[in-house]
């Protein structure tokens, strides 16, 4: 099975500040047939599902505000969030496609000061 | 508008099966692969498995492998999970996820379902 090391566990921050949380893989998520990388991120607000956030590493998913960003290839992933903003308290996930069992990081909290 | 209705709550005793559908809606359901996923209270999650509603061709993860049992219907775009002889460690949210194929395979998961919550409790 691919692992998913996901950090931190959780971050505690300012509201307007910038924030990278980070995802690696223990074998590259890089499909060589299309150059893609099948990393995905979600956020899950409390009480609520999973909502995609970025595919492909880099790719916003339609509506996602673009403070949002995903960056990374192969092995190692970060989303960055350029500016916090209240709304975004919630749990991050990242998950790899690559190879079943398709496997979810542990999660990063955020958390408002 | 796409959607994916999945049923209600369970509680159950220790040893029973419990089957949660997932009805979708707003697209062609036999044009993309539903997955399921396993979340605990303050837990991460955990991938299940994956039916291809055209064909019911299944795979699943190991561990739930002998647990957990993939169907669809196809002319009421529902899926369903049927899960089998109930721990308390089944205990969870349960999610379906419709997932966007791209090049050879799946790429990622863009619509949920609202999940599923099943207690296993005597």
């Known amino acids: 099975d691919i692992l998913i090391n996901q950090s931190p566990a959780s971050l505690t921050v300012s509201a307007g500040e910038k924030v990278t949380m980070s995802c690696k893989s223990s074998?590259?998520?890089?499909?060589?047939?299309?150059?893609?990388?099948?990393l995905a991120w979600y956020q899950q607000k409390p009480g609520q599902f999973p909502k995609l956030l970025i595919y492909?590493?880099?790719n916003r998913h339609t509506g996602v505000p673009d403070r949002f960003t995903g960056s990374g290839s192969g092995t190692d992933f970060t989303l960055t969030i350029s500016s916090v903003q209240a709304e975004d308290l919630a749990d991050y996930y990242c998950?790899?496609?690559?190879?079943?069992?398709?496997?979810f990081g542990a999660g990063t909290k955020l958390e408002l000061k | 508008e796409v959607q994916l209705h999945q049923s209600g709550a369970e509680l159950v005793k220790p040893g029973v099966s419990v089957k949660i559908s997932c009805k979708a809606s707003?697209?062609?359901?036999?044009?993309?692969?539903m997955h399921w996923v396993k979340q605990r209270p303050g837990q991460a999650v955990e991938w299940i498995g994956v039916?291809?509603?055209?064909?019911?061709?299944?795979d699943y993860n190991g561990k739930f492998r002998g647990k957990v049992t993939l169907t669809v219907d196809k002319s009421s775009s529902t899926a369903f999970m049927q899960l089998g002889s109930l721990t308390p460690e089944d205990t969870a949210v349960y999610y379906c996820?419709?997932?966007?194929?791209?090049?050879?395979?799946?790429?990622?998961?863009?619509?949920w379902g609202p999940g599923t919550m099943v207690t296993v409790s005597s």
């Open positions: 998950e790899q496609t690559y190879s079943y069992p398709y496997t």
């Open positions: 039916i291809n509603p055209e064909s019911g061709g299944t």
């Open positions: 492909g590493a880099s």
């Open positions: 996820a419709r997932c966007v194929y791209y090049g050879l395979t799946d790429w990622y998961f863009d619509f």
């Open positions: 707003g697209y062609s359901f036999t044009s993309y692969n």
């Open positions: 074998q590259s998520l890089l499909y060589s047939e299309n150059n893609q990388d099948y």
